[in-house]
């Protein structure tokens, strides 16, 4: 933290996920904010940073990108454990919403 010349504590709001989309392709992402904005991403096996980040940002970024098992960690959790996770919601969920229950009034 302090050689990037952040405060201490750090308070970093992260956002992943994956999108299964009907022709089975999956969009993953995992997005982090700073001080309330879009600080960096995960995009095809490495950290970017944002648009509009700062020389802090592409410094954490290319820290980040040193660590080859972090970013095949992270590449394996957005694009083959997130989908199998939510296919299997999809698939538990299946049961209940396929049921066709009488209406009453």
Known sequence: ??????????????RAGCELHPNDTVESFLQAAYGGSHFLSFRDMSWVPAPKGDSRAQSVCD?????EGIRETVHKLLTHTCPRFALGLFDAAKVDYERQVKPEA
């Open 63 to 67: 820290l980040l990108n040193q660590y």
């Open 1 to 14: 933290a302090g050689q990037m010349h952040f405060g201490y504590p750090i308070e970093v709001q992260v």
